[in-house]
């Protein structure tokens, strides 16, 4: 079994500076919300939604330094949610909404 030490751990400073991405990725989707985009504005509340959940979870819950098992379950999860969505769209996508 392995030693724990033999992997990198993050430093304060990287926490402060994911922590100032995530702050400003609020303000960001903040800002997105007050501008009128039309179309693209859950687009854009989902990329930045994304992008900062993809920070939380590489960072503050050490997937990144994590075991590679951690990291291709975490895949797998993620991976078996795109299947999901991707059959709940196909899904509703199919219906006929003029038939009522």
């Not at 969505?85 to 219906?95: A, N, Q, V």
């Amino acid at each position: 079994m392995a030693s724990n030490s033999s992997h990198s751990h993050p430093t304060p400073m990287l926490y402060l500076v994911i922590f100032g991405c995530l702050v400003a990725g609020t303000v960001l989707t903040y800002l997105a919300a007050t501008w009128e985009m039309g179309i693209f504005n859950p687009i854009v509340a989902l990329a930045i939604a994304c992008t900062k959940a993809t920070l939380v979870v590489l960072f503050f819950m050490h997937v990144r330094y994590s075991t590679r098992l951690t990291q291709v379950t975490i895949s797998a999860g993620i991976f078996w949610l795109f299947i999901l969505i991707t059959l709940s769209l196909s899904d509703y996508l199919s219906r006929n909404l003029f038939s009522r």
